[in-house]
Every structure is written in C-alpha cells, then in structure tokens.
C-alpha cells in the first residue's frame, strides 16, 4: 500500500506559477509509475501529466503541453508538478496517483491522493 498526500494548491491569477508537490508513505515510489490527475467542476478526470518509474519517460494532456512539468525524487519519495502560465480553464481539483508497473503506457492507477484545489481567476 502507498499513501500519497498533495500539497501546493491555491488561488492564483491567469500567467502565474504554481508546484504541487505529491508526498508518498507506506512504500517506496521508485518502482511505481506517477501521475497528476485533474477533475475541473462538471467535467470527467484528466490525466494532465504522467511519468516513468526511472524518470525517463513523461507524457503530457495536449492541453498543459508546454507548460507543465511533471518530476519526481525517488529519493524523497516525492513527485512534483510545476504549473506555469497558468488559464483559469486549469481550475481543479487535482490528484496525485501511483500506478504498479513502473510503465506510464497502459498504466493501471490504484492509489490515490485526496486532491488539492488549484484556483485561476482571470
């Protein structure tokens, strides 16, 4: 079993900056694939951002392509998401996950952070 607990969320304006932070317990990450998911109000889940066990591999939504970057420290068992040029369409709640395997493709996420609310006003 891994815990996972986000943190960084908060209101910001349009163009401004913010890093969520996604701290694991339980178990090691370094053999888990990583994701940030998002669900804005009255909208499905979305994977914004994903990335390998080792690092190597990352994905991005379309939609974030450019200005977010997903990272993470086995070391510290920490995931990271820098959000840059923030929209006030990237309002959400959004939600660190672990998935077994280590591959990002096909990823089967089974564990879940409670979520953290990013707010953009314009």
């Known amino acids: 079993q891994v815990q996972l607990v986000e943190s960084g969320g908060g209101l910001v304006q349009a163009g401004g900056s913010l890093k969520l932070s996604c701290a694991a317990s339980?178990?090691?990450?370094?053999?888990?694939?990583m994701g940030w998911f998002r669900r804005a109000p009255g909208k499905e889940r979305e994977l914004v951002a994903s990335?390998?066990?080792?690092?190597?591999?990352?994905k991005y939504a379309d939609s974030v392509k450019g200005r977010f970057t997903i990272s993470r420290d086995n070391a510290k068992n920490m995931v990271y998401l820098q959000m840059n040029t923030l929209k006030p369409e990237d309002t959400a709640v959004y939600y660190c996950?672990?998935?077994?395997?280590?591959?990002?493709?096909?990823?089967?996420?089974?564990?879940w952070g409670q979520g953290t609310q990013v707010t953009v006003s314009s």
């Open positions: 996950a672990a998935a077994p395997g280590g591959t990002i493709v096909r990823a089967s996420y089974d564990y």
């Open positions: 339980g178990r090691t990450i370094s053999s888990l694939a």
């Open positions: 990335i390998s066990w080792s690092g190597g591999t990352t």
